[in-house]
């Protein structure tokens, strides 16, 4: 099973708020859409998530509210703040900034 | 940005912490949400409801786990496990409430005993007057007259305007009626403008109010004297109030907690310094040479001012430089003849400094820094014994706790975490001490103060359990924490857990160093109390000594009251009529019931009153010779007297008659009596009487000797002293005293004089009304202050020392009672076991007394200055107090030696 966290420290945080984003959705919901969106290539473990999740929670970018979900269950619908959104926005950047970066590097053209 | 992010996350923070039980529940809930979804998701795909559910736990990979690494996201972590150790502290401690009390107690009077001492020397010693940045302020190192003040004004270019003041005794009257004489300071006008102190109610002196000498009676009181005496009166302004005879108007009153420019001395009267030829007790030859204001050598003005910004100390002297100079020249000019040469010597060299005035000026200060700084070093001594008490309670406790460490330590728990666990308890005990200590404080400090104000002058301090306070106590609490509790702590957790967890093994490799340690201990508590209790006894002795001093004179009912009539500033004026209400007034006291004699003189023993002095003696003439005592270096001092002077203070007549009335006029004989150490310096062994004394100006005939008699203090040596009768000389406003003898108690006789002085001058003020025994013990209120504080501080060490020998020899029975029941198994008897026990007792009091004595020799040098009649290292106290320790000791000891030889061997070795 790849850790996306082993890959780059914080990708997995901006992972999640992109997704979160989007829609709010239960933490079982951010791995399924997260795999689906990246076209089985990434994979969030839940012993990555959960801890990932409550990270976020208590740094006040995501919030977290309790809604009635299918079977008579409650399911904890996790959804992005202002303050998260702004976070998001300086991650993306962040990324963006470092990816070409790398991709340049990797493509340079051996002598 | 930061606080934004602080908005939002606190609240969470607060929410992890206090409402963890639905954190909990909710944590638990999401991911058994998880793993139900995966389940539901796994049978969909084929997998039996047992597979599926395998396969999302195993995905999982624990929920435990995941469940602690969210827990550790909540940054709350430390917080949490600190809540919990308290909680679990307090279970622990209140589980054995008897070593908390002792250890709670203890610590309680030591840190109460220095949070006391810091209060204290912060008042004295630290803290910034109550004014207007008072960092900025400074004053002059000598004092000025008011012509040399003007001359520093003229020049003065680095402050924003020099301010003078001098403290004076006011006798006051109100509507026709004395009152008790208040302490009053003549200031300059700007004196307020330049503290920055603003009025509660009417104006404060200004600069108008400071121009022409005796052109301005108004004055401004103090707030705690308009409460006090006028009930906060507001129609008090503008009302007329009668200062030494003056009548004055009240124009303002002072802020609450204002105390003028001294530390430790309230004045309730300020008034200009233009009033001083009325307020002023001229005495002495200055009074002779013309207005007050006007001398050069009336320095009695004590100068300061603000430094205009960017001044330094530095600059301000050297910008004073030239009116200093120009000043020490005229007094050099002004005393060129003066009969003593050294006098003009000594002013062309003084020189000029400047120093900070933030905290004002303080006699309190100098009488009682050092006191102050001896006994801060004491208290801490006494904490430290404290400390090393607790700790070997621990230690002690630790001991009983090493089953339930090791089983700790078995079941995963970190020794850091432990020890958390032990400093926290160990914390939560200092607290509580802490908080036990600021009551004792506050009730150490009002008896140290009342101890403090014995003294002639009354002390009035601003002490109050400030942030100051309060800092200086937390900060030691959590100190005597760290100091008694991390060697335990970290003894107590290594352990060695395979015999710790097996019942009855006693590890021996930890339990002999953990002895070792306590030992240390107590040698040093032993060693610390020897020298507290050696100071203790050296001060006892010279309390001792100083008590039974000869003074020549019986203060023993004698009542001394000091009294003012109106005019006494200038006795050549009014000598008659002084003269007059004088001889009245002895008359008709000597005439009361339950009187035996009355009299008056100046000075008064001990009553702090100036003689006049002949600085000279060489200068006196013996039979219109020079005399043959050439000692300059003791002046000759010059007293005057009424009759029975001699009779009512007890002073031996040796030779010779005593002064009759007749003797008390200007136009009588003159005469004089001399003491007996004057008559051997001036006639040797010759006999005196009838020989002449003379001053090149007046001849005298010496008509008797007196027995030698201290006037100021125990400890010096006697004075020679020359006494006239009563108006031949000098006196100024006020310096008289009236002493009485009575028969019996003399404090119902005060309201009868009182009485009587305002039925012959209905102006005249009466001071200092006490019994002439009270001016002795006020001089040695400093070494009555340090013996009753070293001797309560000595034995509270010396008690904690025992308790933590006895502590520690009574776990080392217990420990040993295997080893015990052994030996008496072979043979030991009862005896050979109390000697084993108090032998291994006496060898480490025997180390304590041995360090704790050479300590104490080299250290008790620094309380030489008070020492009387011994040297600090005077080998009978040291050995009485070596002997006291040891006897304490050796009871503390024979305790669990006794408790040892009753040890049944049978019992001990089945117990194994």
């Known amino acids: 099973m790849s850790k996306p966290t082993d890959l780059v420290q914080?990708?997995?945080?901006?992972?999640?708020?992109?997704?979160?984003?989007?829609?709010?959705?239960?933490g079982w919901a951010i791995g399924r859409r997260l795999k689906q969106v990246s076209g089985d290539v990434l994979q969030v473990s839940a012993g990555s998530l959960y801890p990932d999740l409550h990270k976020l929670q208590q740094e006040g970018w995501i919030t977290a509210e309790w809604k009635p979900s299918e079977n008579n269950r409650r399911a904890k619908l996790c959804s992005l703040t202002r303050l998260g959104g702004k976070e998001l926005e300086k991650e993306a950047a962040n990324w963006n900034r470092l990816s070409a970066a790398i991709s340049r590097v990797v493509k340079l053209k051996e002598a | 940005m930061r606080l934004r992010h602080w908005f939002y996350t606190v609240p969470l923070r607060l929410r992890s912490l206090f409402r963890r039980n639905q954190v909990e529940q909710e944590l638990d809930e999401e991911l058994r949400y998880h793993i139900e979804r995966q389940i539901e998701e796994h049978i969909a795909k084929g997998m039996t409801p047992e597979e599926a559910r395998y396969a999302a736990l195993r995905a999982m990979g624990g929920v435990e786990q995941r469940k602690e690494e969210c827990r550790d996201m909540r940054r709350v972590r430390l917080i949490e496990e600190l809540m919990q150790d308290v909680r679990y502290g307090l279970r622990t401690l209140r589980r054995s409430p008897g070593f908390t009390a002792v250890a709670a107690l203890t610590l309680a009077l030591g840190i109460g005993a220095n949070t006391t001492m810091f209060s204290l020397i912060d008042a004295v010693l630290l803290k910034s007057l109550p004014v207007r940045r008072p960092e900025e302020l400074v004053s002059l190192s000598r004092r000025f007259s008011y012509p040399g003040l003007k001359i520093l004004r003229e020049y003065d270019q680095v402050t924003t305007g020099l301010v003078a003041f001098t403290p004076v005794r006011l006798g006051v009257s109100i509507a026709g009626q004395a009152e008790p004489a208040v302490l009053g300071h003549l200031v300059s006008g700007a004196y307020f403008s330049v503290l920055g102190v603003h009025p509660i109610l009417g104006r404060l002196l200004g600069d108008g109010d400071d121009q022409t000498p005796g052109a301005h009676p108004v004055a401004v009181i103090s707030h705690g004297y308009w409460r006090r005496r006028f009930g906060s009166d507001p129609a008090i302004i503008g009302k007329t109030i009668s200062l030494a005879g003056t009548p004055f108007t009240v124009i303002g009153v002072t802020p609450p907690g204002f105390f003028g420019a001294e530390v430790g001395s309230s004045p309730d009267i300020f008034a200009p310094v233009m009033m001083s030829p009325q307020l002023m007790p001229a005495g002495g030859p200055v009074a002779e040479e013309g207005p007050l204001l006007e001398h050069i050598g009336y320095e009695i003005f004590q100068v300061f001012g603000r430094l205009k910004p960017g001044i330094t100390e530095a600059q301000a002297v050297a910008g004073l430089e030239a009116p200093f100079r120009q000043i020490r020249?005229?007094?050099?000019?002004?005393?060129a003849h003066h009969f003593d040469a050294r006098v003009p010597q000594r002013y062309s060299q003084e020189k000029l400094a400047v120093n900070s005035f933030s905290s004002g000026l303080s006699q309190v200060r100098r009488q009682f820094s050092r006191p102050l700084q001896i006994l801060m070093t004491v208290v801490a001594l006494v904490l430290l014994i404290a400390c090393a008490n607790i700790a070997n309670l621990l230690l002690a406790r630790a001991s009983g706790r090493r089953k339930e460490i090791a089983l700790r330590l078995c079941l995963g728990a970190g020794r850091a975490r432990l020890i958390r666990q032990l400093l926290t308890e160990s914390l939560l005990l200092a607290i509580m001490g802490g908080i036990l200590g600021l009551l004792f404080a506050s009730w150490g400090r009002h008896l140290l103060l009342a101890i403090m104000s014995t003294g002639l002058a009354p002390i009035s301090l601003e002490v109050r359990t400030d942030y100051r306070v309060l800092g200086f106590t937390g900060s030691v609490s959590i100190l005597t924490a760290i100091l008694f509790g991390l060697a335990p702590a970290f003894r107590a957790t290594r352990v060695d857990l395979i015999p710790a967890l097996k019942d009855n093994a006693r590890g021996f490799g930890g339990s002999v160093f953990r002895m070792r340690l306590g030992k240390v201990l107590v040698i040093s508590q032993v060693a610390?109390?020897?020298?507290?209790?050696a100071g203790a006894g050296l001060f006892i002795r010279t309390l001792y000594n100083l008590s039974h001093q000869r003074t020549g004179f019986t203060p023993e009912n004698v009542l001394a009251v000091r009294v003012e009539p109106k005019g006494s500033n200038d006795l050549h004026k009014n000598v008659a009529k002084?003269?007059?209400?004088?001889?009245?007034?002895?008359?008709?006291?000597?005439?009361?019931?339950?009187?035996?004699?009355?009299?008056?003189?100046?000075?008064?023993?001990?009553?702090?009153?100036?003689?006049?002095?002949?600085?000279?003696?060489?200068?006196?003439?013996?039979?219109?010779?020079?005399?043959?005592?050439?000692?300059?270096?003791?002046?000759?001092?010059?007293?005057?007297?009424?009759?029975?002077?001699?009779?009512?203070?007890?002073?031996?007549?040796?030779?010779?008659?005593d002064i009759q009335m007749t003797d008390c006029s200007r136009d009588a004989p003159m005469v004089v009596v001399i003491s007996k150490t004057m008559a051997r310096r001036l006639f040797q062994n010759a006999n005196p009487i009838g020989r002449r004394l003379g001053d090149g100006r007046r001849d005298y005939e010496v008509i008797?000797?007196?027995?030698?008699?201290?006037?100021?203090?125990?400890?010096?040596?006697?004075?020679?002293?020359?006494?006239?009768?009563?108006?031949?000389?000098?006196?100024?406003?006020?310096?008289?005293?009236?002493?009485?003898?009575?028969?019996?108690?003399s404090s119902a006789l005060v309201s009868a004089i009182r009485a009587e002085a305002q039925r012959i001058d209905d102006t005249m003020a009466m001071n200092d009304v006490r019994p002439l025994s009270a001016f002795i013990e006020a001089s040695i209120v400093q070494e009555r202050l340090m013996t009753a504080l070293m001797s309560f501080f000595g034995l509270l060490a010396m008690l904690l020392a025992a308790i933590g020998l006895y502590g520690v020899m009574a776990n080392s029975v217990s420990q040993r009672t295997h080893e015990i029941g052994i030996r008496m198994a072979l043979g030991a008897q009862r005896t050979d076991v109390i000697g084993l026990v108090l032998r291994e007792t006496m060898l480490m009091v025997g180390a304590g007394l041995i360090i704790g004595l050479s300590a104490a020799l080299a250290s008790t040098r620094l309380i030489a200055s008070w020492l009387y009649g011994l040297t600090p290292n005077d080998p009978l106290t040291m050995a009485l107090a070596g002997l006291l320790l040891l006897t304490v000791a050796a009871l503390a000891g024979y305790l669990p030696a006794r408790r040892a030889s009753r040890v049944d061997p049978m019992e001990a070795l089945r117990h194994e």
């Open chain 2, 704 to 745: 008797s000797v007196v027995e030698d008699v201290r006037y100021d203090s125990l400890k010096e040596e006697t004075a020679s002293v020359i006494y006239f009768p009563f108006p031949n000389g000098q006196t100024g406003r006020g310096q008289m005293t009236l002493q009485v003898r009575t028969t019996g108690e």
């Open chain 1, 10 to 26: 914080g990708a997995l945080d901006l992972l999640i708020m992109k997704i979160l984003a989007l829609e709010p959705l239960p």
């Open chain 2, 329 to 335: 020249d005229a007094l050099v000019k002004r005393y």
């Open chain 2, 528 to 533: 610390l109390s020897l020298i507290l209790i």
């Open chain 2, 578 to 657: 002084l003269s007059q209400i004088y001889q009245t007034l002895i008359e008709r006291v000597s005439a009361m019931p339950g009187v035996k004699s009355a009299t008056m003189s100046n000075p008064s023993p001990f009553s702090s009153g100036r003689f006049n002095a002949i600085s000279f003696p060489s200068k006196l003439l013996v039979d219109g010779q020079p005399s043959a005592d050439k000692n300059d270096q003791n002046p000759a001092l010059l007293a005057q007297v009424y009759p029975k002077y001699f009779a009512t203070l007890g002073i031996s007549l040796l030779a010779g008659r």
